[in-house]
């Protein structure tokens, strides 16, 4: 993903404005399905925290919370709109926790810039940071899976997306070690008009 980050960073300062106008935006609910198992003050990781809208905000004043993001563009809007909060330049690809020392991790729209073959060790790092019992929360690429590129995205630069078809996500995500407890594939309409077909998961890790 972070071949791309230089596309992110152009893209920051209208960022909040675009996303916010995908419809349904459900990020905030999705994000918020961790209170049933998180307690307060636990460790949450967002990989691909963006600007920190619209869960940052809501995520750090009740957690130990630290954003992930390849932007530094990204990283600057997030720091403005949530001081205090913990935010870390780092790929989702190779940063590191410790073993079973975090409640949730919280991936929105992010592992789909990660390339499809690396999802299952991605998958694998996240189940070994939570704690038994931790939640991991989502979106990933809900249709036939692929890779997707586009030149110049949203006028800002080039992006690609890459996932594995549903069956395959869901099983990478299990063979990690994490049972899946509820998905969903909503469908979204970008500003543009673009139609998205994402699966919505929450998974646990057993005690």
């Known amino acids: ?13 209208r960022y909040d404005g675009w996303s916010g106008a995908v419809m349904p935006d459900v990020r905030a609910a999705w994000a918020r399905q ?8 636990e460790g949450v990781v967002e990989l691909g925290c963006g600007t920190g809208v619209p869960v940052a905000k809501w995520l750090a004043a009740r957690y130990e919370y ?3 993001d390849a932007s530094e563009g990204m990283l600057a809007e ?7 909060a913990e935010f870390v330049h780092a790929d989702m690809q190779t940063v590191t926790f410790e073993p079973g020392s975090l409640g949730a991790v919280i991936a929105f729209y992010s592992i789909n810039h990660v390339p499809s073959a690396l999802h299952a060790a991605l998958f694998a790092s996240i189940a070994s940071w939570l704690r038994p019992g931790g939640m991991f ?11 997707f590129f586009d030149p110049n995205w ?10 594995l078809d549903r069956a395959g996500s ?15 594939v909503i469908d979204q309409v970008e500003p543009e008009g673009t139609a998205i077909h994402n699966v919505w998961l929450k998974a646990r890790k057993p005690h």
């Open 78 to 84: 997030a720091r403005r709109s949530v001081p205090g």
């Open 66 to 68: 630290t954003g992930i």
């Open 137 to 147: 929360v989502a979106s990933l690429h809900g249709g036939a899976g692929g890779e």
């Open 154 to 163: 949203l006028d800002t630069g080039p992006m690609e997306w890459s996932g």
């Open 34 to 41: 961790i209170e049933v198992v998180v307690s307060e003050g």
């Open 1 to 13: 993903m972070s071949e791309f980050a230089s596309t992110y960073d152009a893209l920051a300062p």
């Open 170 to 184: 869901f099983a990478a995500i299990e063979a990690a070690g994490l049972e899946i407890t509820e998905s969903e």
